[in-house]
């Protein structure tokens, strides 16, 4: 149970990583008109999931699970991680997140094996390596781990969208309720995968970052 709660925590609205500023992309599918109502926000969200950034985020943050307890594997797992970002917006998004969240972490439930990982990682920290690096040092289980945080994944880029799209509450909780057993079922299917077993192929999402860099008028800075 205490488990449970600390993940539901660490992946709430309320934790000071700075999530509400970043849409992912978003933003500028919203401007090009690949979002625009309830339909296609579940579509473009089911890409993200199925053959987007979620998928390879879940990979790395079960690496770096079991890297808590290997530095060597932890750095390797991080660079890989950051070295994946294809634009500068969305290596920000993960960059500032993970370090935000390793050390909110280290701050609020210190540990001596948290500590040995935020040692290992004293820079640029990507965000589902620093998840999954935490879960681990505090001997949270792998698997409830990938699961909240491919459902916080979702959660906010709903919430993303309730700002930036014509889309209201209820049609975001329609989303979410509709992603769920998707997001259950990709945390089960990465289990034990290697690090070579990330990729994604979303590649107008990809582009469409780029292009939000010089977006006329944002409110997000991915």
């Known amino acids: 149970m205490t488990d449970a709660l600390r993940l539901m925590a660490w992946l709430s609205p ?119 690096a935490a879960a681990g040092a505090h001997g949270i289980a792998a698997g409830p781990m990938r699961a909240a945080y491919g459902l916080a994944f979702v959660q906010n880029l709903v919430s993303a969208a309730l700002r930036a799209a014509p889309v209201g509450q209820a049609a975001g909780t329609r989303v979410i309720a509709g992603l769920t057993p998707r997001v259950a079922a990709l945390a089960d299917s990465v289990t034990g995968l290697d690090p070579d077993a990330v990729g994604s192929a979303t590649f107008r999402l990809d582009l469409g970052s780029f292009r939000h860099e010089t977006q006329y008028s944002r409110i997000f800075r991915s």
């Not at 969305?90 to 050390?103: A, I, K, M, P, V």
């Open 14 to 132: 309320t934790y000071p990583v700075g999530a509400y500023a970043y849409s992912h992309g978003l933003e500028w599918a919203v401007e090009a008109g690949d979002v625009c109502d309830e339909a296609s926000l579940a579509l473009w969200l089911d890409d993200v999931v199925e053959r987007g950034s979620l998928r390879s985020d879940l990979i790395l943050a079960d690496n770096a699970h079991r890297g808590a307890a290997d530095a060597a594997l932890l750095v390797e797992v991080n660079a890989l991680a950051l070295s994946l970002a294809p634009s500068r917006e969305l290596h920000l998004e993960t960059s500032q997140q993970g370090r935000s969240f390793l050390d909110a972490t280290l701050q609020a439930w210190p540990c001596s094996g948290l500590e040995g990982v935020a040692a290992a990682l004293p820079e640029a920290v990507a965000y589902p390596v620093a998840v999954g």
